[in-house]
C-alpha cells in the first residue's frame, strides 16, 4: 500500500509543474496564481469557519474562544510572512521560469535541491553538524543541475530562452530556504491546517493585488486556462498535500523528503511526453547525478556524529529536517 501512495504522492506533486506549463500558453503567471489561491484560499476559510461552529456546538462552554487554540498576532504576523516566502514568492518564480520557456523538468530539478541547499547552508546556522559526504552530495547535486540546465538551454526548442531565465527558479528555491529559517526560528507550533490557511490567504491577497495592479485579473474565457486551474487544484494542492500528509504518519520524513527527490525525473519524462520538452542522454545524466547525490547525503546523515542532546545547537539539529519538511508542505498550497 506505501508504494502505491508513494506513486500516487509523486504523481499528483510533480504535477504543481505540468498545471504551470498547461496555463502558461493561455494566461501570466499572476492570473494563472490568483485563479488558483483565490478560490483555494475562501475553501478553505470556509472550512476553517465551519469546523469552528462544530467545535463550538459541542463544546459550549468554551465560548467564545471555543476549544481550539487562538493565535497571536505576532505568530500570525510571522506565518504571514512565511506564506509569502514559501507561497508567494516562491510559486512566482517558478511560473514566470515556465512561462520565460524554461522546461518544467529543468524547474523541477533546480527546485529538488533545496533540501540539499538548505541543509548544507542553514544546517552549520542552526548548529547541525554537515559531513564531508554531505558536501560532497550537495557538490554532486549542484553538478547535476548544471548538465540538466545546459542541456535545456542548448536545445532546439529553448533556444531562444535568455540565459537569465534559468536563474529564476533559483530565486524561489532561495525564497524557499529563507522560509525554512524563518520556520525553524518560530517558537509557536502552528497546526499544520491553520498554516496552509493562513499561507494560502496571504497568496491569494499578493496574486490578486498583482493581477488587479497590472491589469490581469479578468481570467481568458478559454478551456485550457480553465483545465490548469482544475489541475492545479485538484491534483497539486488536494492530492500532492494530502497524501504529503498521508505519507508523514505511515513512513516518515526521511522517506518523504527522499521522495521529493523523484519530482524532477518525472517531471521531466511527462514533460517530454506532454509537451515535447528536451531529454536527451545529457538531460538522462544529469538527473542520475541528481539522484545519486541524493544517496550520499541520506549515507552522510545516517554516519553524523551524535552530540549531546542538552544544548540548544544540538537540539535545532536533531529537529532540522522535520522542520525543513514542514516548510515545504505549505509550498503552493502542497503542490
Known amino acids: 500500500m506505501n508504494v502505491l501512495l508513494s506513486v500516487a504522492f509523486v504523481v499528483t506533486w510533480s504535477s504543481g509543474f505540468i498545471g504551470a506549463k498547461l496555463g502558461a500558453d493561455s494566461a501570466s503567471a499572476v492570473t494563472l496564481l490568483m485563479w488558483r489561491f483565490l478560490p483555494l484560499a475562501l475553501a478553505l476559510l470556509a472550512g476553517a469557519a465551519l469546523a469552528r461552529h462544530i467545535r463550538r ?12 487554540r487562538t493565535l ?26 515556465i512561462q520565460l520557456g524554461v522546461s518544467s523538468g529543468t524547474t523541477a530539478l533546480i527546485d529538488g535541491t533545496q533540501p540539499l541547499v538548505a541543509g548544507a547552508l542553514l544546517g552549520p546556522l542552526l548548529g547541525q553538524y554537515v559531513t564531508r559526504s554531505q558536501w560532497l552530495g550537495l557538490l554532486l547535486g549542484l553538478a547535476g543541475v548544471a548538465l540538466v540546465t545546459t542541456a535545456d538551454a542548448h536545445s532546439g526548442t529553448s533556444a531562444e530562452v535568455a540565459w537569465w531565465a534559468y536563474l529564476v527558479p533559483f530565486l524561489g528555491m532561495l525564497s524557499l530556504v529563507a522560509a525554512t529559517f524563518l520556520e525553524r526560528r518560530a517558537r509557536a507550533d502552528v497546526p499544520p491546517m491553520t498554516a496552509l490557511t493562513l499561507h494560502s490567504t496571504v497568496s491569494a491577497v499578493v ?19 480553465w483545465t490548469a486551474v482544475t489541475w492545479l487544484v485538484v491534483l497539486s494542492t488536494f492530492g500532492g498535500y494530502g497524501l504529503y500528509w498521508l505519507l508523514l504518519r505511515r513512513s516518515g520524513v526521511t522517506a518523504v523528503n527522499t521522495l521529493m527527490f523523484l519530482m524532477a525525473p518525472v517531471t521531466a519524462v511527462w514533460g517530454a511526453l506532454m509537451f515535447g520538452e528536451p531529454f536527451g542522454l545529457q538531460t538522462a545524466f544529469g538527473l542520475a547525478v541528481v539522484i545519486a547525490s541524493v544517496q550520499v547525503v541520506r549515507r552522510g ?21 522535520g522542520e525543513l519538511t514542514r516548510a515545504r508542505k505549505v509550498m503552493r498550497g502542497g503542490r
Open 57 to 68: 456546538r459541542r463544546h459550549p462552554r468554551d465560548r467564545p474562544g471555543g476549544s481550539g
Open 301 to 321: 546523515e545516517t554516519r553524523r556524529p551524535v552530540r549531546p542532546a542538552s544544548t540548544s545547537a544540538s537540539a535545532s539539529a536533531s529537529s532540522f529536517l
Open 207 to 225: 496574486f490578486s493585488a498583482m493581477a488587479l495592479a497590472t491589469g490581469e485579473a479578468v481570467p481568458p474565457a478559454t478551456a485550457e486556462f
Open 72 to 97: 497571536s498576532a505576532r505568530t500570525v504576523g510571522r506565518q504571514a510572512v512565511i506564506g509569502l516566502l514559501s507561497q508567494s514568492g516562491y510559486l512566482l518564480t517558478v511560473y514566470w521560469a
